[in-house]
């Protein structure tokens, strides 16, 4: 799909409003029910829900490293609770270190799109290790997923490997501007293209998680050149062009946000700012990290029928391991030394590992009926949360495009991190706690988009349906 039809369809999808009179439960009534549930479990033999040994695991984690984790949103402060400790996937499913089985809709936040440890991807990991683990040189195997994204994804003619999305937006800030000549970039309140200095300005994802306007530490020179706009809000960008003509190097946006929960672009956004960076010699960046390979074989811009001039990929090009690439036309790329001059270089660029499991992934993407398939389950997903959602006297709304979805607690629309920031996240940490345990492992974040994967079943969409029921009824 391409164009101003998808674009409309996109937001057809995307959003939906289910206005009905908020209900809440006081914390004496949730603490008896909670108790409740597990006598009735008990009672038909069925195992209680504990969270102990991830108590246990992440008490000690605390003395080991910052707040006990290694990405912040992990420590689930924006849900309250105990953040779950995980000790094995496959396919669809999560188990803890305690027992608990989950079906799983945040994918390790989204490379998992096959499914967990797919046999298939398992297999050739185990003989590309026994070759070896990284070679810190070149190897076939680079060639090879190079070739495979540069064929997918319409804006990319060459591609270079790095290792994290972080990494990847990193490289193509640095790459816009030696293109270019010009300092000032434009990114969206709400938007997270990683924890570099330049792009935590509004941020998304766990900035906003946390509530920091901003991250500590970013001197204001880091800063000064980013200027922000609201999110479909192209008249916005448009002044900002009028105010600095000539000093913008490039826009840098998730075409379909995935970081400040699921907002998808509103018609003629995309087209709007394609035209502007033509007509002031600046470049587009679609930051595709969560989108590519997700929406459509070829990303958000195959989807929507857009290309940008430079593109950042991550997480299903890795296939579940460290992964990321910027890619972009021939002659912005020929920048990147040593073909040119902009430096930037990866011990494990590019390593046979990751290489390998991004190769397998994208064979199966590329199989018939995919895409479709993705479509399929997740409109049943979310359509059946904000039925019972409505059903059972919530306010909410949401929406999705293929393998990607999200919702808000509150009536909509939401458009932009303005919008979505009215949810009531704290009826969602009540929501989330409940969800776990009834089995469902959601996102520890209101502002974080959710993922299907071509493992998961109707029946996983069904069962997730039910629970979701059972808890908004209870909150």
Request: glycine fraction near 12%.
């Amino acid at each position: 799909m391409a164009g101003a039809a998808a674009a409309a369809a996109a937001v057809a999808s995307g959003i939906s409003a289910r206005p009905t009179a908020p209900r809440r439960a006081s914390t004496g009534r949730r603490a008896r029910l909670s108790v409740v549930r597990a006598a009735i479990s008990l009672e038909k033999g069925e195992k209680a829900y504990t969270v102990q040994k991830s108590e246990e695991i992440f008490n000690a984690a605390k003395e080991l490293m910052p707040g006990g984790v290694n990405s912040p949103v992990r420590a689930f402060k924006s849900v309250g609770g105990q953040p779950v400790v995980f000790d094995s996937v496959k396919g669809s499913r999560m188990w803890d270190v305690d027992g608990n089985e989950y079906i799983d809709y945040v994918g390790s936040w989204g490379p998992a799109i096959i499914g967990h440890a797919d046999d298939k991807v398992n297999a050739a990991l185990i003989e590309t290790l026994k070759k070896g683990t990284s070679f810190g040189a070149p190897c076939l195997l680079e060639n090879v997923l190079a070739e495979m994204v540069i064929s997918a994804v319409p804006s990319i003619e060459m591609v270079r490997f790095v290792n994290s999305g972080t990494e990847a937006c990193m490289g193509a800030l640095r790459l816009v501007r030696a293109f270019t000549g010009r300092e000032k970039i434009v990114k969206f309140e709400g938007c997270y293209h990683g924890h570099a200095d330049s792009f935590l300005v509004k941020a998304g994802s766990g900035v906003a998680t946390l509530g920091l306007p901003d991250s500590p530490g970013v001197p204001k020179g880091a800063t000064y050149e980013t200027l922000t706009a609201p999110y479909n809000d192209a008249e916005a960008v448009k002044k900002l062009f009028e105010e600095n003509k000539g000093e913008i190097a490039a826009v840098f946006l998730e075409p379909v946000v995935g970081n400040a929960g699921f907002i998808p672009p509103q018609p003629g956004f995309l087209s709007a700012l394609r035209d502007l960076t033509k007509q002031d010699g600046a470049l587009l960046v679609f930051d595709e990290v969560m989108t590519g390979f997700r929406l459509a074989y070829g990303g958000a811009q195959e989807y929507f029928g857009i290309t940008p001039d430079v593109t950042t990929l991550g997480k299903i090009i890795g296939g579940g391991l460290p992964v990321g690439a910027y890619g972009g036309r021939r002659d912005i790329m020929e920048m990147v030394a040593p073909a040119g001059p902009m430096y930037q270089a990866g011990t494990l660029s590019g390593n046979p590992l990751a290489m390998t499991a991004g190769i397998h992934t994208l064979k199966r993407l590329a199989e018939p009926g995919t895409y479709e398939y993705l479509d399929k389950i997740t409109g049943e997903l979310i359509r059946g949360i904000l039925d019972v959602g409505a059903k059972t006297g919530h306010e909410m709304c949401g929406g999705h495009i293929r393998g990607m979805f999200g919702f808000f607690f509150t009536g909509g629309p939401v458009h932009n991190f303005g919008d979505a920031k009215k949810s009531d996240t704290e009826k969602f940490g009540r929501f989330y706690r409940g969800m776990l345990e009834e089995g469902v492992y959601l996102a520890p974040s209101q502002f974080e988009a959710g993922f299907t994967s071509l493992a998961h079943t109707s029946q996983d969409i069904e069962k997730t349906i039910e629970a979701a029921e059972k808890v908004l009824k209870r909150i």
